[in-house]
Nanobody, 117 residues
Framework: QVQLVESGGGLVQAGGSLRLSCAAS????????MGWYRQAPGKQRELVAA???????NYADSVKGRFTISRDNAKNTVYLQMNSLKPEDTAVYYC???????????WGQGTQVTVSS
């Protein structure tokens, strides 16, 4: 089994910064793609950012220029640096990891990010 352990969520004022971390552990052969999703109350879950093992990234238009995703392949850890936070960034953020070798996706438990105005 694989577990994703997230950290870094919390409460911050508008304009502030947070860094989310997500570490995968357990019976892992490889993690090919890792990413962050978020879901606000009454809204659909949406992709925030994702990164492949080769370093290719993609971002939601709403966070481009403010958020940066990175990963440490040796530690199977993904990070999300969030700068210039806005109240509309308030959501539960979920980490996702995909192991193409066993055709499985794994999800973290979610971490709350709240941005006050």
């Amino acid at each position: 089994q694989v577990q994703l352990v997230e950290s870094g969520g919390g409460l911050v004022q508008a304009g502030g910064s947070l860094r989310l971390s997500c570490a995968a552990s357990g019976s892992i052969f490889s993690i090919d793609r890792m990413g962050w999703y978020r879901q606000a109350p009454g809204k659909q879950r949406e992709l925030v950012a994702a990164i492949t093992s080769g370093g290719s990234t993609n971002y939601a238009d709403s966070v481009k220029g403010r958020f940066t995703i990175s990963r440490d392949n040796a530690k199977n850890t993904v990070y999300l640096q969030m700068n210039s936070l806005k109240p509309e960034d308030t959501a539960v953020y979920y980490c996702k990891a995909s192991d193409y070798g066993v055709h499985l996706d794994y999800w973290g438990q979610g971490t709350q990010v709240t941005v006050s105005s």
